[in-house]
């Protein structure tokens, strides 16, 4: 598989199908976003642990994007700006769970504010801490520093298109303001209040979270998974096989997020599809800018090496 035809680490085919499914559910959510909900939603407690806490495996690609960048820039002789970088990773992996698994955290915690011990809150923070060390600690042991520009240039997109992708979904469930369908089910007559996606009316969501479905902002921190090859791609035993396990994990998990989604009376199918897409492309489109300097380098020491062996 030549690197030039590569797309967050898989062949680019797997890029164009997870393109297709995505207009795919887009296509057919349009006509039967209602009806698809009415079907699937049955809010569960396994579903609410799952949407409360399963972002924490996408967040780990933040310290490890951290440590890709340590690893690559100490290798250039700027272990401080690693340092910073391995920090920012952290950071962001800690500062985006807090916002979105604290609240649930703390109340198994049964923290209330204002009320129960500052201390509970630290703790909690605490928790979230310490449980994205392990990926610092493992990508520092199985990531391959030969190529220094490679894994700055992984772990740069990594951590861009994540921000990226955060800020662009939240513009958008501004720019929507759509009812969820959870907040739907609260009325007299649910179906009267539907909107599809294309029904915009901007800034009316405001602070209020029953109206902000689409795009779905927990796809675009599951679809972060994408990117997953895309690091296997930096190891040291690195493969194509490897590459497409990876690959295979992120859309099982991207799959299952979905369904969870919409199950939990969260999103409809076209926040999902949407959610999934406009991260995905983020993603590539990042990856691509950083890594096509990488690519060209690499096909001109192949160049010069074949030069050299005539």
């Known amino acids: 598989m030549k690197a030039e035809k590569k797309i967050l680490g898989v062949d680019q085919k797997c890029f164009f199908a997870v393109l297709a499914v995505c207009i795919a559910g887009i296509i057919i959510g349009s006509f039967f976003d209602f009806q698809i909900n009415e079907k699937m939603a049955n809010v569960t407690k396994s579903g609410s642990v799952f949407a409360a806490f399963g972002c924490y495996f996408s967040y780990c690609l933040y310290p490890a994007a951290g440590m890709c960048l340590y690893k690559g820039l100490k290798k250039k002789?700027?272990?401080?700006?690693?340092?910073?970088?391995?920090?920012?990773?952290?950071?962001?992996?800690?500062?985006?769970t807090n916002s979105y698994s604290g609240p649930k955290l703390r109340e198994l915690f049964h923290?209330?504010?204002?009320?129960?011990?500052?201390?509970?809150?630290?703790?909690?923070?605490?928790?979230?801490?310490v449980l994205y060390v392990w990926p610092i600690i493992v990508c520092r042991k199985v990531l391959d520093d030969v190529d220094a520009y490679k894994l700055i240039a992984v772990g740069a997109a990594i951590l861009i298109a994540g921000i990226l992708a955060d800020s662009v979904n939240l513009w958008l469930k501004q720019v929507a303001s759509r009812p969820r369908y959870k907040y739907l089910?609260?009325?007299?007559?649910?179906?009267?209040?539907?909107?599809?996606?294309?029904?915009m009316i901007p800034n009316l969501a405001g602070s209020n979270d029953s109206f902000k479905s689409w795009p779905s902002g927990n796809m675009t921190i599951a679809s972060m998974m994408f990117s997953f090859p895309m690091l296997?791609?930096?190891?040291?035993?690195?493969?194509?096989?490897?590459?497409?396990?990876?690959?295979?994990?992120?859309?099982?998990?991207?799959?299952?997020?979905?369904?969870?989604?919409?199950?939990?009376?969260?999103?409809?199918?076209?926040?999902?599809?949407?959610g999934t897409l406009f991260t995905y492309v983020i993603y590539a489109l990042v990856s691509c800018a950083f890594l096509s300097g990488i690519n060209?380098?690499?096909?001109?020491?192949?160049?010069?090496?074949?030069?050299?062996?005539?």
């Open 77 to 96: 002789n700027q272990p401080m700006a690693g340092i910073i970088s391995l920090f920012i990773g952290w950071f962001f992996a800690v500062y985006y």
């Open 111 to 129: 923290y209330s504010a204002g009320k129960s011990s500052a201390w509970i809150s630290v703790l909690c923070w605490f928790i979230i801490a």
């Open 185 to 199: 089910l609260t009325l007299d007559d649910p179906a009267s209040e539907f909107r599809n996606w294309w029904q």
């Open 232 to 274: 296997m791609d930096v190891t040291r035993k690195r493969s194509n096989r490897k590459n497409m396990i990876a690959f295979g994990i992120a859309c099982l998990f991207v799959l299952l997020y979905g369904y969870n989604r919409i199950h939990m009376t969260n999103h409809f199918l076209t926040d999902v599809c949407f």
């Open 296 to 310: 060209k380098r690499h096909r001109n020491e192949e160049e010069q090496s074949k030069e050299l062996k005539e």
